[in-house]
C-alpha cells in the first residue's frame, strides 16, 4: 500500500482534517493511496546504495503500511525484473552491509518487514512490478506455478479462469502471493457437518497448499547466494512454508483444486447476545450452528450495537433464485469507505469525545445494514473468487490484534461465547470510566488446521512456524478460531486495553482446553504502551507455542537454525525478526 498523493489530499481537505487528529490516523482516510513522492537516486540528497548491481536502479520512496503506524519517509526502494536480479541483489548487500526487504503491497501491521526509524542500509525489494509471472498447471491434481509478487487478485483470476479455485482466502485482493505465505494468510472456512475435502483443497492456510518454492539461499560452497528449490517432503522447505519475511522466496507452485460457486448470505438481526452465548443456552442461531451449517463464517460486531454482521458462505453449483450474481470481487461498496457522518463523528471523537463511541459503531452498523439493502447484496452468489475477496484499498484503515485458538470443533462456541462475554465486560468497564479504547469491531473467522496431507503430495512435512499447525499429542484440536479486534491508531487507553486482552486470552485458552498463537501480521506482544514490545512474550511465550506438542527436528529452534543457515549473514532481516527468531 502506498500513501496518498498530495493532489488527492487536497480533495477532501475536511475529512483529512477531522480524521487526523490521532497518530497515524491519517491513514484512515477513505481515498486509496499513492506513492507520495519518487525520487531517483541522481536527485536524491541522502547518499544512494552504492555500487548496484548492473541493470538494477533504486530510488527513494515513501512507506507506509496497512494502518499507517510504520512510517518511513525515505526508503531506498528497487524493482527487480528477474528471480536472478535478486540473487545478484543479495551478494551486492552481503558485500555492502546492506539489508534487503522484500515488499508487497504493505497491507500488514506488523514490523516483520521494516520498523519505524529504519537505518539507512536498507533496501526495499518490491515484487510487485515484475516478478508476477502465473501459470496454471491443468491436470489431476493440477497446480498452479506462480512468482511470489502477483496480486491474490491476479492469482486467483488466473485460476478462475482455467476452473481451479481456493476453499478460502484473506479478504483483500491487493496482497502478494508472497506476502500471504510468510504469515500463514488464511480465510474462514471448515467443513460442514458432513462435508468432505475436495480434492487440491485445504480447510488449513494458503501456505499449506504449497508443492515447491525456490528462495534465495546462502551456498557455503562458493560462498554465494544462490536460487534453491525446495519440495514439500523436504524436511528443509518446513521454516520457509511461513518464513515471516526472514527468507525471500521467489516462486512458488501451488496445489489447486476444482473451483466452486458459492453463495454469501449476510445476516444482521440476530442479537449479539444470542449469536455468543454460552453453549448451555445456544440456539439456531449461534455462532457453532452457522459454521455447523455451512462450514464458512465471518461475524463481525461493532461494540456497543446489539446485532452483529455475519456473514455465512455456502457451496451453491447452481444460482439461488433471489440471490444476486457476482460477476466480480467487492461486493460491498457502502464499507469501502468512511461515511459523512461516521467521518464527523470520528473527527469529534478524535477531538477528545470518546463518549461518542457508541454512537460511532451504531453508526457503522447502520451503515452496513442499510447498504446491504440498497445494493442487494445481502444475498450473492458467484465464482469463489468473488464472494470471498471483499476488502478494498480504500477501506478504513484500522489497527488490529490477532490471536488463532487452536482448539476442537466442540468447543468453537465455548471460545467465542467466552471471549465476547469478556471483551463486553471489559468495554462496559472502561466505558463506566469514560474510556473507549476500542472503535473497531471485532472480526470472529474459523478455519481448519494445516493438514500436509491436502497437499496431495507423498510425505509433505508441516510448515513449521504456522499459526494452524496441528498438535499430535493434541489430535482432538481440528479447528482455529481466529479473534481480532480493531480500533483507530492512536485511540487512548488501546495500548493498555490490548495487554489486558492479550494476557487474558494466553491464561484462558490454554492447558488441555485450547492453546493460543499469534496472527503473524496482526497486533500482539502487548507491552501496554505498544505492540510486539513485550520482552517475555517475544522470546519465550510466542516461541514456546511451537515448541511444546511439536517434533524437536521441526520447531522453533530447528527454524531458527535453518533460517540462519540460508541467510547467515542475515541480509534477510531487520532489527525485529532478530530478537524474534532468536
Not at 94 to 115: C, D, E, F, T, V
Not at 445 to 464: E, I, K, S
Request: glycine share 8%; hydrophobic share 40%; charged share 15%.
Amino acid at each position: 500500500m502506498s500513501e496518498q498523493t498530495s493532489g488527492t489530499a487536497a480533495s477532501e481537505p475536511n475529512r483529512r482534517a477531522v480524521i487526523g487528529g490521532l497518530a497515524g490516523a491519517a491513514a484512515l482516510t477513505a481515498l486509496q493511496w499513492t506513492p507520495a513522492f519518487r525520487v531517483e537516486s541522481a536527485d536524491a540528497a541522502v547518499p544512494a546504495p552504492p555500487g548496484l548491481p548492473a541493470g538494477i536502479s533504486a530510488y527513494l520512496q515513501a512507506y507506509r503500511n496497512w494502518s499507517g503506524e510504520i512510517r518511513v519517509d525515505e526508503v531506498w526502494t528497487c524493482a527487480p525484473t528477474t528471480p536472478a536480479q535478486v540473487v545478484s541483489l543479495a551478494n551486492w548487500a552481503r558485500a555492502q552491509g546492506w539489508k534487503l526487504r522484500a515488499k508487497g503491497y504493505s497491507h500488514n501491521w506488523s514490523p516483520l518487514m521494516i520498523q519505524p526509524g529504519t537505518p539507512t542500509n536498507i533496501l526495499l525489494v518490491d515484487t510487485t512490478q515484475h516478478l508476477t509471472a502465473v501459470t496454471v498447471n491443468s491436470g489431476s491434481p493440477a497446480s498452479v506455478t506462480a512468482q511470489t509478487g502477483v496480486s491474490m487478485l491476479t492469482l486467483l483470476t488466473a485460476l478462475e479462469n482455467a476452473g481451479y479455485g481456493v476453499t478460502a482466502t484473506p479478504a483483500p485482493g491487493d496482497l502478494s502471493l508472497g506476502g500471504v505465505l510468510a504469515i500463514d494468510g488464511h480465510g474462514t472456512a471448515v467443513p460442514k457437518s458432513g462435508e468432505t475435502l475436495t480434492p487440491g483443497h485445504t480447510f488449513g492456510s494458503l501456505s499449506n497448499l504449497i508443492l515447491s518454492l525456490t528462495a534465495v539461499v546462502w551456498d557455503p560452497g562458493t560462498s554465494q547466494y544462490k536460487l534453491r528449490t525446495f519440495q514439500r517432503n523436504d524436511l528443509a522447505i518446513g521454516p520457509l512454508l511461513v518464513n515471516l519475511g526472514r527468507a525471500f522466496v521467489t516462486e512458488v507452485t501451488l496445489r489447486v483444486g476444482a473451483n466452486k460457486r458459492l453463495r454469501c448470505q449476510s445476516w444482521f438481526n440476530i442479537n449479539v447476545d444470542e449469536m455468543f452465548a454460552p453453549p448451555a443456552s445456544a440456539t439456531g442461531n449461534s455462532f457453532a450452528s452457522f459454521v455447523n451449517q455451512t462450514g464458512r463464517v465471518e461475524a463481525i460486531w461493532f461494540p456497543f450495537t446489539l446485532v452483529p454482521w455475519l456473514k455465512v458462505w455456502s457451496v451453491s453449483p447452481s444460482k439461488p433464485f433471489f440471490a444476486k450474481t457476482a460477476n466480480g470481487p467487492y461486493n460491498y461498496p457502502f464499507s469501502d469507505f468512511l461515511s459523512e457522518d461516521a467521518a464527523d463523528l470520528l473527527g469529534q471523537i478524535t477531538a477528545g469525545a470518546a463518549n461518542l463511541t457508541p454512537t460511532f459503531c451504531n453508526t457503522q452498523m447502520g451503515v452496513v445494514g442499510s447498504g446491504l439493502i440498497v445494493t442487494g447484496s445481502w444475498d450473492l452468489w458467484g465464482w469463489s473468487k468473488n464472494t470471498m475477496l471483499y476488502i478494498k484499498p480504500t477501506t478504513m484503515r484500522v489497527t488490529a490484534n490477532g490471536y488463532a485458538i487452536l482448539t476442537k470443533r466442540a468447543d468453537i462456541q465455548k471460545v467465542v461465547s467466552e471471549f465476547y462475554t469478556y471483551y463486553k465486560n471489559s468495554l462496559n468497564t472502561y466505558a463506566n470510566q469514560g474510556r473507549y479504547p476500542m472503535n473497531g469491531p471485532l472480526e470472529i473467522r474459523v478455519t481448519g488446521l494445516d493438514n500436509p496431507a491436502d497437499a496431495q503430495f507423498a510425505g509433505a512435512v508441516h510448515p513449521t512456524l504456522s499459526a494452524i499447525r496441528n498438535r499430535a499429542d493434541h489430535p482432538e484440536w481440528d479447528v482455529a478460531v481466529w479473534l481480532d479486534i480493531l480500533t483507530v491508531p492512536g485511540t487512548p487507553y488501546s495500548q493498555q486495553f490490548y495487554r489486558e486482552t492479550e494476557q487474558w486470552v494466553f491464561a484462558n485458552y490454554s492447558g488441555t482446553y485450547a492453546q493460543v498463537r499469534p496472527e503473524w501480521s496482526k497486533g500482539w506482544g502487548y507491552s501496554g504502551t505498544a505492540a510486539w514490545a513485550d520482552a517475555t512474550m517475544l522470546t519465550t511465550t510466542v516461541p514456546n507455542q511451537y515448541r511444546t506438542g511439536v517434533p524437536a527436528g521441526n520447531n522453533w529452534d530447528s527454524a531458527v537454525s535453518l533460517l540462519n543457515q540460508y541467510d547467515p549473514h542475515k541480509v534477510f532481516s531487520n532489527g525485529f525478526l532478530n530478537s524474534l527468531l532468536v
